[in-house]
């Protein structure tokens, strides 16, 4: 019979010299042995961390080695626990290291040890959690949860929260407020001072102990408060359009700040009763610091107006869920979004779109449909701003997901599965689209305290429900979708395995359509997240009013943080840009130059087929001293025409270089010699800057954004760098005669924020001197 086992995907092992790598491991096990500080007569047991090349471990063969599996990062990164100190494994690990002393050869226990790099501790500093560096050390009490290791039953589970209750007990600590005790989930609430905290950090059954997590916002910060208790404070910026259900005009927060209000369903259509989704939308347009606003007290900010393009309703049959007006019978959903783009642009001169609309199913990395092309042939054709959702994965209340992983458990991995893929239009090439991130991990607090409910992701974490990318493209490598992240929620799984989809301490609150009368709702998804990247676009534009869309996405995209790095689990930076993108961007990094922070940008368009170099001002004193934290970034945005039924969906692609030490004659005789049909290779040397990332990693996508952080320069490389746009049109547009140039707009930004002696502002501007249009500020 043929093999029916799943292969494990697992790449093989390197060689190893058994007899030498025995010996390393078997030091790493001394040394993970002797950082145990064990509170004497409590716990006897040994928890290490076994790291791997590339992961394939099973729980078996580690079992009869006398390690109990605990768990692993999803990094290559096992926990294990030994109740006899190491003994059996110490055992295996003479026999293995007794092999010949050479390259290759078999050593017993071989399918195991060839596949560990390292053994390494798991101590206190591993266990300390969230809130530990700011309590007490003086002997005053402290409240902490602890977590412990999952169990394979609930005996051993009991027997565990037993060991942490006798250690908490010998250092005087008691127990408060509840303990929650189950196989899968295992939280303490303690009170304890810094002795018992040291000794519960020597614990080897305790994962993490960290201080309680708060919410972000709680329900009683929002849920009652009425109109009196609130100030709103006007702030000029562009309008946006929002296309969706019509929001609660008639809201108190909403009524006078929503311009206008068109509908677009088929002639004679009767429209089904406002749902929730365009009030939730509309206010997080509006009201971008609105959560920030309820937490802390302060004036709400009402950012600019809106303009309403009515386009979705209720379905009926499911209310909850959204329809294009008339459903099965009304217009195909492209034309209905091109009439009311173009309904709003020639009305209201509408520049900024925010569209949180997507389909169910994943793209499937063929052509994209008719909807996803209408948005990019809109935003070349009318010069604007389309901001979409990345889609969101839905998951039944008992954590299941369309691809059969869990949504809790297997997370983030889940998030990389096909079956999780952006959703149309995310993969639209010239709309920018969004993905969601966590704002808070701690689920509302409830009486009594529900310890086994657990956020699934950290703050800053993509939400699990976000799709990943890439879009359009078949390399798992191109980094193109989404463009962002911003705050869409998060979700809770509890101690039964059950999702909480919308648990009012993890979700983002927004205005509130309510026949009770309350003002905000708590949601979660990436279309709440669209809003904010939205209202960002808008205010860049409300700066610079004759600032092009490209200009507007590159310098939108200078301006992101790389979210997730520290709190993602994913290690490889290509699979955390599928669902991060370029991170999270700063309005006010976007509009504004500081001392230490320069921007300097081009709006303009260049001949197809052809090189065009850019002189980029780097003065001396930047390029001076030892610095970590110098860096050059450097944003382009371009919109080529798109064809959904070619193979290649972009009429071009573009790319960036930078160059050092070389004069303008040197730079102009490179990249003179470049030809579309027979391109002659870019030097590689020093004096080719390596930005970050590679130039084929975005390829395939119409914003780059890369990245060069040199601790050292050498000012003898010159004042000037210099950059290099080259265009490649696509065989199928090389006839078009529609198609000679290409618009495009770049973002070059300097910056070392440890220089405060350094005013780069002041640096380059004496350098470029350029024409300085007065601003009256009011």
């Known amino acids: 019979m043929p093999e029916r086992r799943t292969p494990t995907g697992f790449p093989p092992p390197p060689p190893r010299n058994p007899h030498r790598h025995g010996q390393r491991l078997t030091q790493d096990l001394t040394t993970a042995q002797a950082v145990r500080r064990i509170p004497t007569g409590i716990d006897p047991n040994l928890v290490f961390k076994i790291l791997t090349p590339s992961g394939g471990l099973d729980e078996e063969s580690l079992a009869r080695r006398g390690l109990v599996t605990l768990g692993d990062n999803g990094a290559h990164t096992y926990f294990v626990l030994t109740s006899d100190n190491g003994a059996a494994l110490r055992s295996a690990l003479d026999q293995y290291s007794s092999a010949e002393d050479r390259e290759g050869a078999k050593g017993t226990y071989g399918t195991i040890f060839d596949k560990v790099d390292s053994l390494a501790p798991y101590g206190p500093e591993d266990r300390r959690g969230v809130g530990l560096d700011d309590v007490p050390t003086d002997g005053t009490a402290f409240v902490v949860d602890i977590s412990v290791w999952p169990s394979e039953d609930y005996t051993e589970a009991r027997r565990r929260a037993d060991v942490v209750q006798s250690v908490v007990t010998r250092s ?463 944003a382009m945005a371009y919109d080529p025409p798109v064809r959904r039924q070619r193979r290649e969906y972009l009429a071009s692609t573009m790319q960036v270089d930078l160059f050092r030490a070389m004069t303008l004659d040197e730079v102009q005789d490179l990249v003179g010699k470049q030809d579309p049909a027979n391109a002659v290779r870019m030097i590689s040397d020093r004096r080719r800057v390596a930005l970050e990332p590679g130039s084929d990693h975005v390829r395939s996508a119409t914003l780059h954004v890369r990245t060069w952080e040199p601790k050292r320069l050498n000012v003898d490389d010159g004042e000037t760098y210099y950059l290099v746009v080259t265009n490649t049109t696509k065989p199928w547009a090389r006839d078009k005669t529609d198609y000679a140039t290409q618009k495009y707009a770049l973002s070059v930004v300097l910056e070392d924020e440890g220089r405060l002696d350094l005013d780069l502002f002041s640096l380059v501007t004496q350098q470029v001197q350029p024409e300085v249009r007065a601003r009256l500020r009011t």
Request: with cysteine; proline share 8%.
């Open 172 to 634: 005087g600590g008691s127990l408060v407020h509840a303990a929650q005790v189950s196989a899968r989930v295992t939280v303490i609430r303690v009170s304890v001072n810094a002795g018992g905290l040291e000794d519960l950090l020597a614990t080897s059954v305790v994962e993490k102990v960290r201080t309680p997590p708060v919410p972000y916002m709680d329900p009683s910060d929002w849920q009652d408060i009425s109109l009196a208790d609130i100030e709103i404070v006007p702030v000029e910026s562009m309008s946006v359009g929002v296309l969706d259900d019509v929001p609660a005009t008639g809201h108190p927060l909403l009524g006078s700040l929503v311009a206008s209000v068109d509908e677009f369903g088929p002639s004679g259509h009767v429209w089904q009763q406002q749902g929730h989704h365009g009030t939730l939308v509309t206010g997080r347009v509006l009201y971008p610091r609105l959560q920030e606003s309820l937490r802390d007290l302060t004036p709400f900010e009402a950012v600019g107006h809106v303009h309403i393009a009515r386009v979705l309703e209720p379905d009926p049959v499911q209310p909850l869920r959204t329809r294009f007006a008339g459903g099965d019978l009304g217009e195909p959903p492209h034309l209905v979004v091109r009439r009311a783009v173009e309904y709003l642009a020639d009305t209201y001169d509408v520049r900024v779109f925010n569209i949180s609309i997507g389909y169910d199913e994943p793209y499937d990395g063929s052509h994209v449909g008719e909807f996803t092309e209408t948005l990019d042939e809109l935003v070349r054709e009318r010069n604007i701003v389309i901001v979409v959702p990345a889609g969101n994965v839905p998951a039944s209340p008992t954590g299941t997901t369309a691809s059969g992983l869990h949504g809790g458990h297997d997370y983030p991995g889940h998030l990389d599965a096909p079956e999780h893929r952006i959703a149309e239009p995310g993969p639209a090439a010239l709309a920018v689209c969004v993905g969601s991130v966590a704002h808070s991990d701690a689920p509302r607090e409830w009486n009594p305290p529900r310890l086994g409910d657990k956020a699934v992701a950290p703050i800053g974490g993509v939400s699990p429900f976000s799709r990943s990318g890439p879009g359009v493209g078949h390399i798992k490598n191109y980094s193109n979708k989404p463009d962002f992240v911003h705050e869409g929620g998060n979700w809770v799984v509890t101690d039964t395995g059950n999702l909480i989809l919308e648990d009012h301490g993890v979700s983002v609150v927004s205005t509130a359509l309510e026949p009770s009368g309350r003002l905000f709702r708590a949601t979660s998804g990436t279309s709440f997240a669209v809003p904010l990247v939205a209202r960002a676009a808008a205010d860049v534009l409300h700066e610079y009013p004759d600032a092009s869309a490209n200009l507007v996405r590159a310098l939108l995209g200078a301006s992101a943080t790389d979210a997730g790095l520290e709190a993602t689990k994913v290690a490889d930076v290509t699979a955390r840009r599928r669902l991060y993108g370029l991170g999270k961007p700063t309005a006010a990094a976007a509009r504004l130059s500081d001392e230490h922070r320069v921007t300097m940008t081009f709006d303009g368009e260049m001949a197809v087929d052809s090189v065009v170099v850019h002189p980029v001002p780097v003065p001396e004193a930047f390029a001076k001293t030892l610095s970590r934290t110098r860096r050059v970034r450097v």
